[in-house]
């Protein structure tokens, strides 16, 4: 059905320039013998590219009661043939058929750009059989999650799924648009329709092709395209009043001319050339093609928008605030010292990892590396729940245990105030003790690093028009003016210390005096991502609650790819100036010559249809935007194989602590 959608009014609009060479050859004076072909031609072309025209606009008349802008080209050419000059009605009709149909093919274009990543899906994968270990080729359709299956190099990956064994440098260009291969290894997420590259991977099908990230990218896209810009919906209520406006104006024209001492047959060619040269066509398509342009290069760039309000608003964002851990640092902290109280480091060690293995938090994951390189097994830690922007708590075999930042050690009523823990927390470095009840058992601090990408990304903001940014981040304030000053921050623009709902405060007061984003993971900053007037998430791709949580997600962690993405929209909007311009400026100088001057009709047709085309193809432009080419350096995060997951197996919570 989608190829008949295309493939009718393309036949109709050849069937059109044929009609239009018999008219033409058949009133070309030399050639008298073909004057026969001129009423055959001219009868095809009003057929060809009249009737398809008056069909939709009275079935959209009829059946939405929308008065269709294709209903004034065929009122046009009407009139023309009625008063003599059907040549000249012919022409309107053939250049009209003729830019619907380019205009159509341009705006699949843009939509088909996301689609395309379809093709990327392999067809078949080799499934591992749990019974006897033998491998069989199947439809990708067939996997269900919990199957493994293998992946060979040079293989796609047929669905989202965790690698269960083996190591390999995964392409992720399709999804994420990152040009350098990431590292895999066993527990890391792989995504559907990257590329193995090297080594035989085993991976378990944590999602069915129906629910993968390609599928769930299409899905968000193509409502994104339905979903009307504030700038599109105006533009669309505008078309329909000022289309009713243009028949009235044209049968007023009509009654003016003739009261001036025109015959009716030159008032009506009158009429009909102001009703071409007043029609609103290149307005009303001016946004929808930019719109779209744009969205589909974003999420073939890694970048997705939810829909083109979120374009919009994303170019007139002036305050950017970033959330820090993992957005704009790594999140890969390392543990840089350990103070116990007893002096057993290594039990100390065990159950502190223990009770993080249960955490998906960057800082649990850098106390079961350390304890992964010192050699010590987690102790065994159950009932474990997280306490939002403090900690995280369960219990071992003795009893209650937490750990957690200095909010969470004032809620079990811990006393921090030793010299030890005083040295720790004077460094410019993330502090988490350990503890059961009041008692601290010790304290570990981490240290983290910004992102390569962090400081150029926050550097094209700047150049880009973005007047303030800020970080906001739970961790202690030393910590975060270290951060800050790597990425070029003031102290002014540095929040530290602060709660969730601290940062809902704070994005509050800045939306008093502008436009604000904020960009964080998803998850631990739902409510910001929520208050602000577009919510950025990092790093989105195979995440539910980012994909849900933020108006724009970037599928990758390169900070280039927002200040790509905000250039994009502000280049969007520049685009969409440029089309009004020059469809009004159009527009002006047509019923300018058509009121006061002898404007042909078909040199009316001309102006309207090349306008037309001209702001569609301007917004094509958007297309082969950069964001779209991979970063040049892209620096994906890497890992090494000590760091793997020592408690894959551990059921998981959320821990939300905000540093």
Request: charged share 20%; with cysteine.
């Amino acid at each position: 059905m989608r190829r008949l959608s295309f493939d009718i009014p393309m036949l109709m609009s050849l069937l059109t320039v044929l009609g239009m060479i018999l008219a033409t050859v058949g009133t070309w004076p030399p050639a008298e013998a073909l004057g026969v072909l001129r009423w055959p031609g001219l009868a095809l072309v009003y057929a060809a590219g009249g009737l398809p025209a008056a069909w939709t606009a009275l079935s959209a008349l009829w059946r939405q009661h929308i008065l269709d802008i294709d209903l004034l080209m065929v009122v046009a050419a009407i009139a023309a043939a009625i008063v003599g000059a059907p040549f000249e009605g012919a022409v309107l009709l053939t250049l009209f058929s003729v830019s619907t149909t380019l205009e159509h093919q341009a705006l699949g274009r843009a939509r088909r750009a996301v689609e395309a990543l379809m093709a990327l899906r392999p067809e078949t994968a080799f499934r591992k059989n749990a019974a006897d270990g033998a491998v069989t080729e199947v439809p990708a359709a067939e996997l269900a999650v919990g199957d493994v299956v293998i992946l060979r190099p040079g293989a796609r990956v047929p669905a989202d799924g965790v690698i269960l064994q083996g190591r390999g440098g995964i392409d992720e260009a399709n999804i994420t648009g990152e040009s350098m291969p990431v590292s895999k290894e066993p527990g890391q997420q792989v995504f559907e329709a990257t590329v193995n590259l090297d080594g035989i991977l085993e991976v378990t099908i944590a999602r069915t092709v129906g629910d993968s990230t390609i599928a769930r990218m299409i899905r968000l896209v193509t409502e994104a395209q339905e979903a009307k810009a504030p700038s599109e919906r105006f533009s669309a209520w505008f078309g329909q009043r000022y289309t009713v406006a243009v028949l009235i104006g044209a049968v007023l024209a009509f009654a003016v001319f003739y009261w001036l001492g025109r015959d009716w047959e030159q008032a009506l060619y009158k009429a009909a050339t102001l009703l071409v040269a007043a029609s609103p066509c290149a307005i009303v398509i001016s946004v929808p093609a930019a719109i779209l342009s744009a969205l589909s290069a974003a999420a073939r760039g890694g970048v997705l928008f939810k829909g083109g309000g979120a374009l919009e608003m994303l170019a007139a964002v002036d305050t950017f605030a970033f959330d820090k851990t993992g957005t704009l640092t790594n999140g890969r902290a390392q543990v840089t010292r350990i103070i116990t109280l007893d002096g057993e480091d290594r039990r100390f060690l065990s159950l502190l990892a223990g009770l993080e293995a249960h955490s998906e938090h960057h800082i649990a994951a850098a106390i079961r590396r350390e304890a992964v390189i010192h050699g010590i097994e987690p102790a065994q830690v159950m009932d474990v729940s997280s306490r939002p922007s403090a900690g995280i708590v369960g219990r071992d075999e003795t009893g209650p245990v937490w750990a957690g930042n200095s909010y969470l050690a004032r809620e079990m009523d811990a006393s921090t105030d030793r010299a030890e823990f005083r040295e720790l927390e004077e460094n410019a470095q993330t502090v988490v003790y350990l503890g059961r009840g009041s008692t601290i058992l010790g304290a570990v601090s981490v240290a983290d690093e910004a992102r390569a990408s962090s400081a150029p990304a926050l550097a094209a903001l700047r150049a880009g028009g973005v007047r303030r940014i800020f970080m906001m981040t739970g961790d202690r304030r030393p910590v975060a003016l270290r951060i800050g000053e790597e990425l070029g921050l003031g102290p002014d623009e540095i929040h530290a210390e602060m709660l969730p709902q601290d940062k809902v405060r704070q994005i509050g007061e800045l939306a008093e005096r502008g436009r604000v984003a904020f960009v964080g993971d998803g998850v631990n900053d739902a409510a910001a991502l929520a208050r602000a007037d577009v919510g950025i998430a990092m790093g989105a791709a195979g995440s539910d609650v980012a994909l849900q949580a933020a108006d724009v997600a970037l599928l990758s962690e390169d900070m280039k790819k927002l200040a790509d993405a905000h250039r994009l929209a502000r280049r969007t909007a520049s685009v969409i100036r440029q089309n009004l311009t020059v469809a009004i400026g159009a527009m002006l100088v047509l019923v300018t010559g058509g009121l006061f001057f002898d404007l042909p009709l078909p040199l009316a047709v001309v102006g309207h249809e090349g306008g037309t085309v001209l702001v569609v193809l301007n917004g094509l432009r958007l297309l082969s935007d950069r964001i779209r080419r991979n970063a040049d350096e892209a620096t994906p995060t890497r890992r090494t194989p000590e760091e793997r997951n020592v408690s894959a197996s551990v059921p998981k919570v959320v821990d939300e602590r905000a540093v």
